[in-house]
């Protein structure tokens, strides 16, 4: 048995969460990946797999073994990355996740940039609003906003974001235009389904006191872009974070509103599973991409001590 190769198989079913798109990923048979595992099992003489006609799912001594294997890889990975000088320049896959809209806007042309240098990368990237499990689903990083939420992984903050709290001018018009947080409560608002409190707005007065406020309003979803589209067309207030509501701002199809009670910013990170080593290919993205984000091409909102000094 090529125990490398069969530590590696079962990583990446387990990864992929199936025989066949393991198989897949790894361009090989699916009775190759089944005899792989299959033999490793028989070599450890122990089941590390539960298999079902639906899923497959780790037993208690192939969790165990599954993250010794994802150390045991790294670590092998990061031994040949040192050994050799052709690899002091990043190489292979790297597995991304990002959400859909920083990730269109700003990871697409930053990507670019970045195998333009390293012809040799490659990326394997799925964009997604919801939460991702780095460890469970196998990806090398994610670019997250706020809390990591997680003592399994490491961030490393690449910039700050500010949510934008703002109308269509048509609304204002027909609405008025709220002068305190607290009149948002007679407002109509736009809700986002993975904020950790949907029906609740955070604000910031000029003493540094949280006012938080609920609100609500006729639209709840699962992404901020479609959210500022509607409220773009007059639909309802909408607040969310500037890398999504500039181009309308910018363009005039949404105005700022209650700037001088905006929330202290959130930090947008890159985030890796917490292993000893970094590969050369996540510690390279890593540094372009806090290089890249030095200078902010999202930034928009005031910051509330600024709209505080002008008004005085």
């Known amino acids: 048995m090529d125990r490398f190769a069969a530590l590696t198989v079962f990583v990446k079913v387990v990864e992929t ?3 066949a798109r393991a198989a897949q990923r790894l361009d090989v048979s699916v009775s190759s990946v089944s005899r792989h595992v299959s033999e490793l099992e028989a070599h450890l003489d122990a089941r590390l797999l539960n298999r079902t006609t639906r899923r497959l799912s780790l037993t208690e001594s192939g969790r165990v073994f599954h993250e010794r294997c994802i150390q045991l890889l790294a670590d092998l990975e990061e031994a040949e990355e040192s050994a050799s000088a052709a690899t002091i320049k990043p190489r292979g896959t790297l597995r991304l996740t990002s959400s859909i ?21 490659r990326f394997d990237v799925e964009l997604s609003d919801r939460a991702v ?28 974001t500010r949510l ?12 008025g235009e709220p002068r ?6 007679s407002h109509a608002c736009l809700t986002y389904e993975y904020s950790s409190l949907r029906n609740v707005w955070p604000f910031r007065d000029r003493d540094g006191r949280d006012r938080n406020v609920r609100v609500a309003g006729p639209v709840n979803a699962n992404n901020g872009r479609f959210l500022t589209a ?3 067309e ?34 947008i990170y890159v985030v890796y599973p917490s292993r000893r080593h970094l590969s050369a290919k996540v510690r390279a993205f890593t540094d372009f991409l806090a290089a890249r984000f030095v200078t902010q091409a999202w930034t928009l909102a005031v910051p509330a001590k600024r709209a505080r000094n002008n008004k005085k």
């Not at 305190?180 to 409560?185: D, H, I, V």
């Not at 607040?239 to 905006?262: K, Q, S």
């Open 17 to 19: 969460g199936s025989f």
């Open 101 to 121: 809209t920083f990730g269109e806007r700003y990871l697409a042309s930053a990507i670019t940039e970045f195998i333009t240098r390293y012809p040799a990368m």
């Open 133 to 160: 499990d780095l460890v469970d689903e196998g990806f090398d990083i994610a670019v997250r906003i706020g809390p990591i939420g997680s003592q399994n992984v490491v961030g490393r903050k690449i910039g700050e």
């Open 164 to 175: 934008v709290c703002c109308a269509a001018p048509s609304y204002l018009a027909r609405h």
């Open 180 to 185: 305190t947080p607290e009149e948002l409560s």
């Open 230 to 232: 509607l409220a773009a």
């Open 234 to 267: 007059g639909a309802a207030i909408v607040n969310e974070p500037d890398f999504i509501v500039g181009p309308d701002v910018m363009a005039g199809r949404l105005t700022p509103i209650l700037r001088a009670f905006a929330p202290p910013p959130a930090s």
